[in-house]
């Protein structure tokens, strides 16, 4: 065997972001658009990627050096995860990404399943999704500290999942749900968005109270996802966008796409993922990928990925 892929799904939040770094419920959903990690035999560890401008990147798994925040943090998981394994047979890691990172739509999580998934096959161990998904979230807590297991869940499990409050059990929905999608590019990252809400949230109580009601969003919104009510579900998604822009961490340019689908009488639209930029969710209609692409956002494929990760030998 000379190399081992894995084909990770990416994924969107359609609801509950940030209330469940805080145990309270979410929904998300794995989606069309893939990463590819490929783990093959190498001289010496190398890491490289399509969509970060990085080469080739001789990489020392005992001191990370780079020069930019972004190559920061892809070595930074990368690194984590070939660690995990206590292997140190050097390996050539390359990531290609149908989209750029940090919009939104968990690539961070997609590089660690997707490392995990591949070099653990590589290395002659036969992981299952849940597996892989326990393991990842692991590696990405011990590098972002804040956070969920969210991401490296749903990117692992595929489909549509609800994550309880409280709880480490993951529940799928059967739902038949059809929604447009894009992004623009973030100006924050996700760690310090997380980390402007936890400062917000020491400060008093008004934050819980906040979460309260987007734990409460959530519940009605699976309930309208296992009963096909498209309108609830979209007039969720409203209010659900409303409570994190109070939080402060949606995007002037996506209010304003969000005010103008409500304005439009479109039946839904939201921020989906951490903030600052990156994804939009709407349910899906003829004029939602239109408005979408008018305020200067890339579509993505929003149909849903039902496998979770997967993984072939290359001979």
């Known amino acids: 065997m000379r190399s081992v892929e894995a084909i990770v799904p990416l994924k969107l939040t359609l609801f509950g972001e940030h ?28 890491v ?3 969509t970060l401008t990085i080469g080739n990147i001789k990489v ?27 292997d140190r047979r050097p390996v050539h890691v390359s990531v290609e990404s149908t989209v750029e990172p940090s919009v939104g739509l968990g690539t961070s999580a997609a590089v660690i399943v997707g490392v995990v998934a591949s070099y653990s096959r590589y290395i002659g161990l036969n992981y299952s999704p849940e597996e892989i ?5 692991e590696i990405e807590r011990s590098v972002q500290g804040l956070g969920s297991r969210m991401d490296t869940y749903t990117t692992s499990l595929g489909g549509l999942l609800y994550f309880p409050r409280n709880s480490d059990d993951v529940m799928r929905i059967n739902g038949n749900l059809q929604i447009a999608a894009g992004y623009i590019r973030r100006a924050t990252s996700t760690a310090e968005i997380l980390r402007r809400v936890k400062r917000l949230r020491d400060r008093g109580h ?17 309930k309208a996802l296992e009963s096909g009510d498209d309108s609830l579900l979209g007039e969720l998604m409203y209010v659900n ?42 349910v899906r209609e003829p004029k939602s990928e239109i408005l979408l692409e008018s305020k200067g956002l890339k579509i993505v494929n929003s149909e849903i990925n039902s496998t979770g990760v997967t993984t072939k030998e290359i001979n």
Do not use: W
């Not at 798994?61 to 206590?86: C, G, H, P, T």
């Not at 998904?133 to 979230?137: E, G, H, L, T, V």
């Not at 008004?206 to 699976?222: N, Y």
């Open 19 to 46: 209330a469940v770094v805080y145990g309270y419920p979410a929904i998300a959903m794995a989606i069309s658009e893939t990463m590819k990690v490929r783990v093959e035999k190498s001289d010496k560890t190398i």
């Open 48 to 50: 490289s990627s399509n």
């Open 60 to 86: 020392d798994l005992d001191e990370m050096r780079a020069e930019s925040s972004q190559l920061n943090r892809v070595l930074s998981y990368v690194i984590a995860a070939l660690n995990y394994f206590q």
């Open 133 to 137: 998904a326990k393991i990842s979230r």
């Open 206 to 222: 008004i934050v819980d109270k906040i979460m309260d009601v987007i734990g409460e969003v959530t519940e009605l919104a699976r």
């Open 241 to 282: 966008h409303g409570l994190l822009s109070s939080l402060g961490v949606s995007h002037p340019t996506i209010d304003e796409l969000v005010s103008t689908a409500r304005s439009l009488g479109m039946k839904g639209c939201k921020m989906s993922g951490g903030g600052g930029g990156g994804s939009v969710i709407c």
